[in-house]
C-alpha cells in the first residue's frame, strides 16, 4: 500500500469513525428527548390528576360548607293555608276562605330572628301573634299574644302564626306567602309554600 492510499485509507476510516460518532450522538439525544418527553407526559399527567383531585376536594369542602351554612335555615317550616270566618265553632270557615294563616316554625335549636312574611309582591301581615309550636295543622289552636312584626326573635322549638288582610278569592290566590328571616348566624333567607329556602338579599320593610 502506498502513501497516498494509506492517508486515504486512513482519512476514509477517520471519516466513517466521526460519521458514526455522530449518528451515535444524534440517537442519544433523540433516545434522551423522547425520555424527556416521556417524562414531561407523565408529569403533566399527574399535575393534572392533581388538579382535578384538588377541584374536588374544594367542590366538596365548599359543600360542606354551604350545608352548614344552611343547617338552621332548613329546620325552619312554614305551613300556609287558606281561611274564611269561622262562625259555626266547628273549626271549619263558615265564609269563603278571604285571607291567609302562616305559621312559621323554628325546629332548631337556635334563635330566629327578624321574621316576616310578604303576601305577594308588596303585602305583609296585617296581624301577628304566638302559637303553639309542634301543632300547625291544629286549626283550633288557641292564639298567643299579639306580636308586633317583624318578629324580632323566635326562639328554639316555637312557632308564631302571620295573618293576612282580607282579599277576594283570585286576589288571595296570587298573593301566595313567602317567608323571610335570619339565622342565628346573621345570614338572610326565604322561604316559600313549596319549600324553597334560598338566600334573601331583599326583605320586606
Known amino acids: 500500500m502506498d502513501g497516498g492510499d494509506l492517508a486515504t485509507w486512513v482519512g476514509s476510516t477517520f471519516a466513517a469513525i466521526a ?29 393534572d390528576e392533581q388538579r382535578q383531585n384538588l377541584e374536588l376536594e374544594r367542590a366538596e369542602l365548599r359543600a360542606a360548607a354551604e350545608d352548614r351554612r344552611s343547617a338552621q335555615a332548613r329546620q325552619v317550616r312554614m305551613h300556609a293555608k287558606k281561611y274564611g270566618a269561622r262562625l259555626d265553632g ?14 312559621v316554625q323554628n325546629g332548631s335549636d337556635a334563635s330566629l330572628h327578624q321574621l316576616d312574611v310578604r303576601f305577594g309582591d308588596a303585602h305583609l301581615a296585617s296581624e301577628v301573634y304566638e302559637w303553639p309550636a309542634y301543632e300547625l295543622g291544629n286549626l283550633r289552636a288557641a292564639v298567643g299574644e299579639r306580636l308586633s312584626r317583624p318578629v324580632f326573635l323566635l326562639g328554639p322549638r316555637r312557632a ?3 295573618v293576612s288582610q282580607q282579599w277576594t278569592g283570585p286576589t288571595l290566590h296570587n298573593n ?6 335570619t339565622d342565628d348566624g346573621g345570614v338572610r333567607w326565604s322561604l316559600d309554600m313549596q319549600g324553597d329556602l334560598a338566600e334573601a338579599p331583599d326583605s320586606p320593610q
Open 90 to 103: 266547628t273549626g271549619q270557615g263558615a265564609t269563603p276562605d278571604d285571607h291567609w294563616g302562616v305559621t
Open 176 to 181: 301566595r306567602p313567602t317567608l323571610y328571616f
Open 19 to 47: 460519521a458514526g460518532a455522530t449518528l451515535w450522538t444524534l440517537k442519544s439525544q433523540r433516545d434522551q428527548i423522547g425520555e424527556q418527553r416521556t417524562f414531561i407526559g407523565e408529569q403533566t399527567r399527574f399535575m
Open 160 to 162: 308564631v302564626r302571620f
